[in-house]
């Protein structure tokens, strides 16, 4: 029963490098979410995707992409990667847009 | 504006005692709650929900809801050194989505033995 898993858990970038952060979920949820946690900030929401194929910005979407190819998964894209964006960032799933989220184990990411 | 506020803390509290953490929320149009706890390193785990006035228990832990006063608070009994973590409170906004599950900043709980 694994829920939310993220890969990779820590990845080092040099700044202008790019990745992909996966995450995947079974629990056959619709809404699907990417947050960023920095000190003293909190949660911010990236992305959010309500459905396969659908994915709309949320209050931090600068220098990231995302894609939702089909309903268990939701990749976050940094195209060109800055020292702003070394950050926690967690993948969530909730059965719909008004219900509790469940997180996945977060992925550390420093931008030297 | 979407805004869910809580104090940073630390909060300290005895073992054995209840802690008691707030939540406050700029729309009283919310209709949906959550408390997260989050340990150092360690990803949000859902703790409770609420989504009516009132009181909601589940075995040491109570969720309350005021929509009127736009507030939510947690209270933890019988205080545990494993409760010592981070509190996040959760709202979502209006229909949900992109504009939808806002946290806030958290509440760190220290309980001492």
């Known amino acids: 029963n694994a829920g939310v898993t993220q890969t990779p858990k820590f990845q080092v970038l040099k700044t202008g490098q790019s990745m992909t952060l996966q995450c995947a979920q079974d629990?056959?949820?619709?809404?699907m979410y990417w947050y960023r946690q920095d000190p003293g900030m909190g949660l911010r929401l990236i992305y959010y995707?309500?459905?396969?194929?659908?994915?709309d910005k949320g209050e931090v979407p600068n220098g990231y992409n995302v894609s939702r190819l089909n309903k268990r998964e939701f990749s976050l894209r940094l195209e060109s990667a800055a020292p702003s964006q070394t950050s926690v960032y967690f993948c969530?799933?909730?059965?719909?847009?008004?219900?509790?989220?469940?997180f996945g184990q977060g992925t550390r990411l420093t931008v030297v | 504006q979407k805004e869910v506020e809580q104090n940073s803390g630390p909060l300290s509290v005895p073992e054995g005692a209840i802690a008691s953490l707030n939540c406050t929320y700029s729309?009283?149009?919310?209709?949906?709650f959550f408390w997260y706890r989050q340990y150092s390193g360690k990803s949000p785990e859902l703790i409770m929900f609420?989504?009516?006035?009132g009181d909601k228990e589940d075995g040491r832990f109570t969720a309350q809801l005021n929509k009127a006063s736009q507030y939510v608070s947690l209270l933890i009994r019988d205080s545990q050194p494993s409760d010592s973590a981070t509190y996040l409170c959760?709202?979502?906004f209006g229909r949900g989505g992109a504009d939808g599950l806002t946290f806030g900043k958290g509440t760190h709980l220290i309980i001492q033995p």
């Open positions: 629990m056959n949820h619709n809404s």
């Open positions: 609420i989504y009516s006035n």
């Open positions: 959760a709202v979502i």
């Open positions: 995707s309500a459905s396969e194929g659908t994915t």
């Open positions: 729309d009283r149009g919310s209709q949906s």
């Open positions: 969530a799933s909730s059965e719909s847009y008004n219900t509790e989220a469940f």
